[in-house]
C-alpha cells in the first residue's frame, strides 16, 4: 500500500511538472511568435519595381509577356503602356502581374496571416515536443527559475526558428497563396517561369532570415511573462 501510495504521489508530481512545462512553453512561443512576425512584417517591402527585377531576373521579359498575350504594343497608345520587365507592356497586364505579390506584402502584416502562422506552428510545435523534449525541458527550467546554460537556450531557440520558419513556408506554398495567382495573365506566363514558391522565396528570403536573426540574437528566456 505504502508503495502503491508512492508511485501516485510522483505520478501526480510528474502530471504537475509537464503541465508547468507546457505552460511555460506556450507563454515563451507565443511572445516569440509575435516577435518574429512583427519584424518579418517590417522587413517585407514589396514594390513594383522589386517584382520587376525578381521576374527578370527569373527569366519573364516584357517581349515574352507580349508573345503569350498576343499583345502588340506598337498599336497600344502610350498612355496605356508602362515600362517594366525590360520593356513595354500594357498597363493593365502589369497590374494583373503585380497584384498577388502586392497583396502578399499586405498579407504578411494582416492578422488573418497572424492567426493562420500561429495555429500552424502550435500544431508543428506539438509534434517536435512529442519527437524531443528539449524545448519543453527549457521553458519549465527557465519558469521555475533554474540555471539553463547559454547553449540550451541557443539550442531551443534554434529549434524554435526551426518550426516558425518551416510553418511560413509552407504557408506560402499553400492554396491561400496560390489561389491570388488564378488569373488569366498568370495562366499565360506561368510556363514561362520558375515554380510559384521559389519565385516567392526570391521576395521573402531576406524578411524571413531578418525575423530568425532576431529571435536567434535574443535571450529565450525574455519570453516569459510575470508571473512565472
Known amino acids: 500500500m505504502g508503495q502503491e501510495l508512492s508511485r501516485r504521489v510522483v505520478s501526480r508530481f510528474r502530471h504537475a511538472r509537464e503541465r508547468q512545462d507546457t505552460e511555460a512553453l506556450?507563454?515563451?512561443?507565443?511572445?516569440?511568435?509575435?516577435?518574429?512576425?512583427?519584424?518579418?512584417?517590417?522587413?517585407?517591402?514589396?514594390?513594383?519595381?522589386?517584382?520587376?527585377?525578381?521576374?527578370?531576373?527569373?527569366?519573364?521579359?516584357?517581349?515574352?509577356?507580349?508573345?503569350?498575350l498576343g499583345t502588340n504594343t506598337k498599336e497600344a497608345g502610350a498612355m496605356n503602356l508602362v515600362r517594366a520587365l525590360g520593356g513595354f507592356i500594357l498597363k493593365s497586364v502589369w497590374h494583373m502581374i503585380v497584384r498577388p505579390f502586392l497583396a502578399i506584402g499586405k498579407l504578411i502584416v494582416s492578422s488573418s496571416f497572424r492567426t493562420e502562422i500561429k495555429t500552424a506552428f502550435k500544431r508543428a510545435l506539438n509534434h517536435e515536443v512529442r519527437a524531443s523534449k528539449h524545448m519543453l525541458s527549457v521553458a519549465g527550467r527557465l519558469a521555475r527559475g533554474e540555471v539553463v546554460n547559454k547553449q540550451e537556450r541557443k539550442s531551443a531557440m534554434r529549434q524554435l526558428v526551426g518550426i516558425l520558419t518551416k510553418s511560413v513556408f509552407l504557408y506560402f506554398a499553400g492554396p491561400n497563396v496560390a489561389t491570388l495567382f488564378k488569373s488569366g495573365v498568370w495562366k499565360a506566363i506561368s510556363a514561362l517561369l520558375a515554380p510559384l514558391d521559389e519565385i516567392l522565396l526570391v521576395f521573402l528570403d531576406k524578411p524571413i532570415r531578418a525575423a530568425s536573426q532576431k529571435l536567434m540574437s535574443a535571450d529565450l528566456g525574455l519570453g516569459l511573462p510575470a508571473g512565472f
Request: glycine letters at 6%.
Open 26 to 68: 506556450e507563454a515563451l512561443t507565443d511572445y516569440w511568435v509575435d516577435e518574429f512576425l512583427d519584424e518579418l512584417g517590417r522587413q517585407t517591402r514589396i514594390t513594383e519595381q522589386e517584382i520587376s527585377d525578381v521576374l527578370r531576373g527569373q527569366g519573364l521579359t516584357a517581349d515574352a509577356v507580349n508573345k503569350a
